[in-house]
């Protein structure tokens, strides 16, 4: 989702639900996707990722969509733990003069409930 | 060592300070990142080295000076910073430099400019 002013979307689910993350990205020149976890006081942890000639990645535990037709992607996490809360960013990596930079969407906070 | 560290944890500087914050990976990475992380926000990218060159600078004001002196070490340089510059200050590692390179994140330096 996106941010608006100074609230970052929040997604609660149970724990051993399944969550979705979304996220729309702006550049239809991106070739490759990330999405990082965030906990509290703690840098961005790498998910997972995906490149631009694939709908579709899984991990464990997780799932990366693409949609390239709408310009979004979604991250899937089954059974969700207590663990899994934090803040989650979809990232973009954009090819430009001198290398490529990436840019992160808005975050999702993801809270679990026992 | 899959671990990029960064010094200090926390810092306080007046704005006629003049401080650095430094961060070091040994995984052999040749690319290297500065971010700015404000409140309930993404990280922004600040700059790139690769190869200790710097090959991105996202127009960066000069009171922020980057310093790659090798390739396990990067530093940032703050002089006469403003209130607005307090935030967190990630810095990020990668193998290359190339558009899907895994970033790996230490855990940030939290500045507070008064």
């Known amino acids: 989702g996106e941010s608006v002013g100074l609230h970052l979307p929040t997604l609660s689910v149970q724990e051993g639900d399944n969550s979705i993350i979304n996220c729309a990205y702006s550049?239809?020149?991106?070739?490759?996707f990330i999405w990082y976890k965030q906990e509290s006081g703690k840098g961005p942890q790498f998910i997972i990722d995906?490149?631009?000639?694939?709908d579709k990645r899984q991990g464990q535990r997780v799932t990366v969509l693409l949609n390239k037709t709408v310009k979004h992607l979604s991250l899937q996490i089954a059974a969700t733990q207590p663990g899994d809360s934090a803040v989650y960013f979809c990232?973009?990596?954009?090819?430009?003069?001198?290398?490529?930079?990436?840019?992160f969407g808005a975050g999702t906070r993801l809270f679990v409930k026992a | 060592d899959t671990e990029v560290t960064q010094t200090p944890k926390h810092l306080v500087m007046g704005m006629t300070n003049k401080k650095s914050l430094k961060c070091e990976q040994h995984m052999g990475h040749r690319a290297m990142y500065w971010y700015k992380q404000k409140a309930k926000k993404p990280p922004e990218l600040m700059f790139v080295y690769s190869y200790e060159k710097l090959s991105i600078n996202e127009s960066v004001p000069s009171r922020f000076s980057p310093e790659c002196p090798n390739s396990s070490l990067l530093n940032l340089h703050l002089h006469a910073l403003q209130p607005e510059d307090s935030a967190l200050y990630l810095c990020?590692?990668?193998?290359?430099?190339?558009?899907?390179?895994?970033?790996?994140f230490g855990p940030g330096t939290r500045l507070t400019v008064l």
């Open positions: 995906i490149r631009s000639n694939m």
């Open positions: 990020a590692s990668s193998q290359d430099g190339t558009n899907t390179d895994t970033q790996y």
């Open positions: 550049n239809s020149a991106s070739d490759y």
């Open positions: 990232a973009e990596n954009i090819s430009g003069a001198g290398g490529f930079k990436t840019i």
